[in-house]
Nanobody, 117 residues
Framework: QVQLVESGGGLVQAGGSRRLSCTASGNIFSMNTGGWYRQAPGKQRELVATITSSGTTNYGDSVKGRFTISRDNVKNTVYLQMNSLKPGDTAVYYC???????????WGPGTQVTVSS
């Protein structure tokens, strides 16, 4: 079993920055993909960014050039640096850890990010 704990959410003004962290504990295998997804009220959950264990990244179109995902494999932590935030970035942000070889995926409880105009 894997547990994920997110931190870093909160209220930020438009144009500001915020860094989210997601720390994993439990039976963590080295080959995994960490990711951030978000869900705004009335909308479907969407991809923000993912990063493989070797560091390959992928971003949703709406955050490219503004958000950066990174990871520290020693600390079992995935980060999301969010810059130039917009009110449209307001959502609950969820951390995900996916083990493709095992067919398993785990989610954190989510952290609220609110961007005021």
């Amino acid at each position: 079993q894997v547990q994920l704990v997110e931190s870093g959410g909160g209220l930020v003004q438009a144009g500001g920055s915020r860094r989210l962290s997601c720390t994993a504990s439990g039976n963590i295998f080295s080959m995994n993909t960490g990711g951030w997804y978000r869900q705004a009220p009335g909308k479907q959950r969407e991809l923000v960014a993912t990063i493989t264990s070797s560091g390959t990244t992928n971003y949703g179109d709406s955050v490219k050039g503004r958000f950066t995902i990174s990871r520290d494999n020693v600390k079992n932590t995935v980060y999301l640096q969010m810059n130039s935030l917009k009110p449209g970035d307001t959502a609950v942000y969820y951390c995900n850890l996916h083990f493709s070889a095992l067919g398993l995926s785990y989610w954190g409880p989510g952290t609220q990010v609110t961007v005021s105009s």
